[in-house]
């Protein structure tokens, strides 16, 4: 079965900063996809960024980007720059056959 | 231009009862989910609809029964609410061979 760990239940940045939350994942698959989503208080689950097992090229968007290290199974993002909108949980997700399957989140705090 | 809706947005009901709660997509996808997020925000995977027809069916009660009228719809029955329903749930939705899933507003259910 497929797992996702986010080992950090929380963490903390000082606006502008840089932070990195951390997943690992468990799979014997070789073609998957994993994605970060980001939940702020209202409670939407909004799209942070994706990446594609087959592809070495790490995936970036603006202020966020990955570390995706396949033979490690580890799938890191890094905030940039980081916004007190950036404040929410962050959820690692790996998908394979239809179905997500979601890490336990971490919560990032932006401190002003 | 809502892409993923639900409703409603809360629902407070008492134990022993039956209750609703409906999803409309209108991003053409062909493949519909429900999530559900317990109180550790944790999210899982409960049912997924390609076309109308199940493709997954996640280890849950029998009270719970989705329905999909069409492709662009996703309904979720729960009946003889429990305490431990209460939760957040996730209406989803994807297109084959795209693996992005966009996700709903949730709804938030209180049981009593």
């Known amino acids: 079965a497929q797992t996702v760990t986010q080992s950090q239940p929380e963490m903390s940045v000082q606006e502008a900063e840089t932070v990195t939350l951390s997943c690992t994942y468990d799979t014997s698959e070789s073609d998957y996809y994993l994605f970060w989503y980001k939940q702020p208080p209202s409670r939407q689950m909004i799209l942070v960024i994706r990446q594609e097992a087959y592809k070495q090229q790490n995936a970036t968007e603006n202020r966020f980007s990955v570390n995706f290290q396949k033979a490690a199974k580890s799938f890191s993002l890094k905030i940039s720059d980081s916004q007190l909108g950036d404040a929410a949980m962050y959820f690692c997700a790996y998908r394979r056959s239809e179905k997500l399957v979601f890490g336990k989140g971490t919560k990032l705090t932006v401190n002003p | 231009d809502t892409a993923v809706s639900q409703t409603p947005k809360y629902l407070v009901t008492q134990m022993g009862n039956d209750k609703s709660i409906k999803c409309e997509q209108n991003?053409?996808?062909?493949?519909m989910y429900w999530y559900k997020q317990d109180s550790k925000k944790f999210l899982k995977i409960m049912f997924s609809?390609?076309?109308?027809?199940?493709?997954i069916n996640e280890t849950v009660p029998n009270r719970f029964s989705p329905k999909s009228p069409d492709k662009a719809h996703l309904n979720l029955h729960i009946n003889s609410l429990e305490l431990g329903d209460s939760a957040v749930y996730f209406c989803a939705s994807s297109q084959t061979g795209e693996e992005t899933q966009y996700f709903g507003p949730g709804t938030r259910l209180l049981v009593l």
């Open positions: 991003l053409g996808h062909d493949t």
């Open positions: 609809y390609n076309n109308k027809e199940l493709i």
